[in-house]
């Protein structure tokens, strides 16, 4: 990749990992020359203001690629399928947030803060985003990882409505609303009532009894750690939050870390915040994570079951650091 200036194109510009693209674009102040805006026919015509510039919204075609160097793909894994690979063969890198290429062999799967150097290992000219969970979680275990070896992760999610998309956010809005005036709930986006509510399913349940969200944990831990050996057991849960995912951790380790040496691990690593006072009942929460660029640790304890073992809490902000920053921060290793 070059020095100079680039071409860059926002696939699902207008959805709200696009759009939060755009602010990180903006706000890293990223070198860029030109910049494309492509979606659906449906959003073509619309004009986002970006710098001081009116920017009309094209229809995504198989010729929208024409001298674009950096293409960020945030439309979901079937017009990543479809279309990324012509952005490829146009020139393009593809940085691709949805599962369509995640654990392909020849994707890179990076978090620019554990594995930089897998994202000029791409022979595709495409770059995999992980899963949103995964990003958050392993931003705090990453850096435990490396001091002592983790082996074993046992974790829950409790993951905000805006996982979902808008219309996630649409339909706890409404259904607020609705139970203030004493009407009936009619579930659509989820299979239960969120309001007020949790829910144990994130994405579908396979044959192991897992979701496929869980599993990601697994999987694309594995990769990004570079470790084969990692076992990961997780439920996902949906919670009435708007933004912010937070994850309850347990992991077992090689070599048996001290609480003090893990607040100084995670303490040293970039991207990551710990907020952890017992006395002063400090810990993160969502709000807390909101807009923000970090990922926030607490309630870090020696876990009770394992050997090895450490508890912890990590809050971080799914659109920003868990999809829009990730993939911003892709594009600036290849600057």
Known sequence: MRDSPLHVAVVGATGAVGEEILQCLDQRDFPLTDLTLLASARSAGKNIHFQGQKIKV????????????????????GISLEFAPSAAAAGATVIDNSSAFRMDEDVPLV??????EAARQTTRGIIANPNCTTIVTLMALAPLHREFGLKTLVASSYQAVSGSGAKGIAELETQVAALGRGEAIEPDVYPHQIAFNAIPQVETIGANGYTKEEMKMQNEGRKILGTDTLIASVTCVRIPVFRSHSISVSADFEKQPSVAAARAAIT??????VRDDREAALYPTPLDATGGDDCLVGRIREDLVFKNGLS???VGDQVRKGAALNAVQIAELLT
Request: proline fraction near 9%; hydrophobic fraction near 50%; aromatic fraction near 12%.
């Open 58 to 77: 094209k229809e995504l075609t198989h010729d929208a690629f024409d001298a674009v160097d950096i293409a960020l793909f945030s439309a979901g894994g």
């Open 111 to 116: 978090i620019p803060e554990i594995n930089p």
């Open 268 to 273: 040293a690593f970039p991207g990551v915040q």
């Open 312 to 314: 912890l809490w990590v």
